[in-house]
């Protein structure tokens, strides 16, 4: 898999989400972020997953990783808890990510040495199933042909795929945290099911 | 399909469900159309199938305890003036020495005259000088035999060897 970019968007802050939530959600989000390391142990995973199929780079993902936790962890007071912590992570990583890219270290090790995801190591992580093995190989092929398919996409349009797909982010949310309008994350949304879909054979 | 339903789900339609923004006829359309209702389960079981993976694919990543990267974070920033601040009196301890010492030996050496070369004909008349004084002791040297008053050549029954008396 070869290493992209990830979309650039002009973030300042994470803007806080229109979702109401209630007090107790809060407190509950608010004390999930006062020990770093069960932040770590519950969403590190996430992280990685996310900006690893987006920018194709897993080492990349794990230092963006790291930096996202630390920064959620020492700017908790800026949590405003009207949004998932999740949602507030996949924020902060983006913003990480864009600042990172714009390093001229990155730029430098991303020309002279950059990981890329082994898509037949990944698809052996498929979790076993009460399915047949005819079943099973079935789905290692499909979950390698939509990682091919990722790659094939814009960056704004793997970047919003997994936001909704992976992430489970609403269109709003997506559009709030990449300072995108609503419809023109539809769009991204649009083409990348297009692609997707016609390359899976689910087109009906 | 059923025999009532003569076309699917649009392309734009059936995104719009997959997204989650889906209108009532579109779900009234997937309540009575196997077809649609079958590729739209299929599709989440991919979609389903591709986070499990990968997610399993990241936990398997190695792991480092943020409380411990925080922690080495945080050091350099509070240590570092004290870090920098030992290595200079290090540095000035260690090198203060070794710069006087240094430049001793270096006033040392100055004073100390070069030996002079050797020339050839310094060489040839040393080695005269040498032959001489060899010759001077080999004229001056009485031999043993001839101080003691020996004779050079063995006595006839003189034994070399002692012979072994028989009990």
Known sequence: MSTYSVATFDLGAVPGMEIESSETDKVRHISELDDIDALARKYRARIIRFVAYSTGDPDLAETIAQDTLLRAYNGKENFRGDCSISTWLTGIAINVLRNHQRTERYKFWKRVNSSAIDVNEMASFLPAQSSSPESQLLAREKVKQLAGVLETLSNNQRTIFLMKFSEEMEVADISEVLGMQVNTVRTHLHRALTAVRSQLGAKI | ?167
């Open chain 2, 1 to 167: 399909m059923t025999p009532e339903q003569s076309t699917h789900l649009s392309e734009e339609a059936f995104n719009d469900v997959l997204i989650g923004l889906g209108t009532p006829e579109s779900d009234a359309h997937l309540a009575v159309c196997s077809t649609c209702s079958n590729h739209l389960r299929q599709f989440r079981i991919d979609i389903e199938s591709f986070n499990e993976t990968t997610l399993a694919w990241s936990e398997a990543r190695p792991t480092a305890s943020l409380r411990a990267t925080r922690r080495s974070k945080v050091r350099p920033v509070m240590y570092s003036p004290l870090g920098w601040a030992l290595a200079a009196v290090l540095l000035i301890a260690i090198g203060i020495p070794v710069r006087s010492h240094y430049l001793s030996s270096l006033g040392r050496a100055s004073v100390q005259a070069p030996a002079p070369e050797d020339t050839q004909a310094q060489i040839a008349q040393d080695n005269d000088l040498l032959r001489s004084v060899d010759v001077a002791l080999n004229e001056n040297e009485e031999s043993p035999i001839s101080a003691y008053h020996l004779s050079e050549t063995p006595h006839p029954r003189q034994r070399t060897r002692p012979e072994l008396r028989k009990p």
